[in-house]
């Protein structure tokens, strides 16, 4: 799997600003992410940082009573019953990517599934 790094200038703004960093992993299909984002971040927060700081793209939509719901990753759009699924240390996530919390060494993966 190609691995990307967030930037290092983004992980050095948020240790001298956020002295609270967790570090995870994140993995959209064929691609390997490594981040550093603040304690307390969803996993759509560091989706955000990664979106700023690598190739990492998604296009999301909010629901007022649902949060974000992911439309696609990396141009890779939910269609025809296949949809983007989230998955938190190898488990379903029974929220959604705005509730899903994260702590030190998570691994998110999303998965292109049929549902």
């Known amino acids: 799997f190609p691995v990307t ?11 001298k600003n956020s002295p609270d960093t967790i ?3 994140l993995k959209a299909g064929n691609y390997l ?3 550093k ?3 307390s971040s969803s996993v759509y927060d560091a989706m955000n940082v990664l979106a700023s700081t690598t ?16 439309k696609s990753i ?3 759009e939910n269609a025809n019953g296949t949809c983007w699924t ?11 990517a705005s509730e899903a919390k994260l702590q ?12």
């Open 104 to 115: 030190d060494n998570d691994f998110v993966e999303w998965k292109y599934e049929k549902r």
């Open 33 to 35: 992410y490594l981040a």
């Open 74 to 76: 990396n141009g890779i």
């Open 86 to 96: 989230l998955y938190v240390n190898g488990k379903y996530s029974p929220v959604g």
């Open 37 to 39: 984002i603040p304690q």
């Open 23 to 25: 570090s995870i992993t």
């Open 5 to 15: 790094i967030a930037s290092s200038q983004t992980q050095e703004f948020l240790s």
């Open 55 to 70: 190739e990492f793209k998604f296009e999301s939509q909010y629901f007022p009573s649902l949060g974000y719901f992911v």
